[in-house]
């Protein structure tokens, strides 16, 4: 597996159930043309391992108290799913708050007034200095217009970059100066053996990772986790007594296997209703040559992801590699 971002990235050794999908013909059937045509797309139902309509899934979603979009982050498919997603979750109704990973709870009062339509969103950008924190966040930008025009709120989820920095080369949380600490929760739950155990596998992808720094880099992970799942918390009950729906955008890695910021709200809130959407890579995952320098191939087998004894999510949208035959025209993704 190579990846440029281990929390955000499907890994590819370790999917249940793409190694199912070519025997579904619905999701993986190719037509010889003389056009490009987009490759069909399908869900798959995790808990069952199989086939799902789009309409059931919906269905199911729409009883959630938190929805989960598990992402790459610079997958464009990926942002169009969720858009769509949050545009029919608002049309049957439920009163939504589109929460993000990629802006900073610091940031609130900003996105407050974008959120109100005081300010635009380049305007948003320019007070927060969004693209120094997030290169690509112009994608993210129809999820919050759509937001904005139905008066939907916006909540930012995630910790100061920097604060996260500092746990992971610092030498962990307990070395984080007292200003610093006192910018995450006062409770950041480090004892999580099964979730340090996917970081550890994961975060090997690093080249440059020193086996005695895995630990402060899981309690980084795991302040980053805490923050977002006490702002979801916030989310779903705001001051105003109003119960409301978290659809939840952030990278993959943070709520896989229900650990991370989900299992987190879960401690919070042990009768909330939750769902885990994941969006296959499908090849479309391109990193720099940076990215390529900075890692390296490793495998996380079969073995490993069964002990955690639970599927990766609830449903995988999953858009099929095809092997298109000779002289065939490219497909359009």
């Known amino acids: 597996m190579r990846s440029h971002h281990a929390s955000g990235s499907w890994p ?3 999917s249940l159930a793409l190694a199912a999908v070519l025997f579904f013909s619905g999701c993986t059937t ?3 043309s003389t056009t490009p045509a987009r490759a069909p797309e399908c869900w798959i139902d995790l808990t069952r391992g199989e086939e799902a309509e789009h309409a059931d899934v919906m269905a199911d979603l729409a009883k959630a ?5 598990g992402e790459a982050h610079t997958i464009r498919r990926h942002h169009e799913l969720q858009l769509r997603l ?3 979750l608002f049309a049957s109704g439920r009163p939504l708050t589109l929460c993000l990973e990629q802006l900073e709870a610091r940031d609130q009062p900003a996105v407050d007034r974008y959120a109100r339509g005081e300010i635009s969103f380049a305007a948003l950008a320019a007070a927060i200095e969004w693209e120094k924190k997030w290169r690509n966040y112009r994608d993210y930008e129809p999820l919050c217009e759509f937001a904005r025009a139905r008066r939907l709120p916006i909540r930012a989820l995630n910790a100061p970059a920097a604060v996260i920095r500092a746990v992971s080369r610092g030498g962990g949380l307990a070395k984080l100066p007292a200003e610093q600490r006192a910018q995450l929760p006062a409770e950041v739950h480090l004892d999580d053996p099964a979730y340090e155990r996917l970081m550890q596998l994961e975060l090997a992808v690093h080249m440059a990772v020193d086996p005695a720094k895995l630990r402060p880099m899981f309690e980084a992970q795991a302040s980053r986790d805490e923050t977002m799942a006490a702002n979801i918390v916030a ?5 105003d007594g109003t119960k409301r729906v978290a659809f939840v955008v952030a990278g993959a890695g943070h709520v896989r296997y229900g650990l991370g910021t989900a299992e987190r709200v879960r401690r919070r809130l042990p009768e909330i209703t939750e769902r885990i959407v994941l969006i296959t890579e499908s090849g479309e995952l391109v990193l720099s040559a940076a990215d390529k320098a900075a890692s390296r ?3 996380i087998s079969h073995a490993d992801l069964r002990s955690l004894g639970r599927p990766p999510g609830d449903y995988v949208r999953v858009l099929p590699k095809i092997a298109l035959p000779p002289g065939h025209p490219p497909v359009a993704r």
Request: net charge neutral; aromatic share 4%.
């Open 12 to 14: 590819r050794n370790t």
């Open 30 to 32: 190719v037509r010889l």
């Open 65 to 69: 108290d938190v929805v989960y979009m």
């Open 86 to 88: 949050l545009q029919e």
């Open 235 to 239: 989310a779903l009950r705001p001051i």
């Open 297 to 299: 191939d490793v495998t």
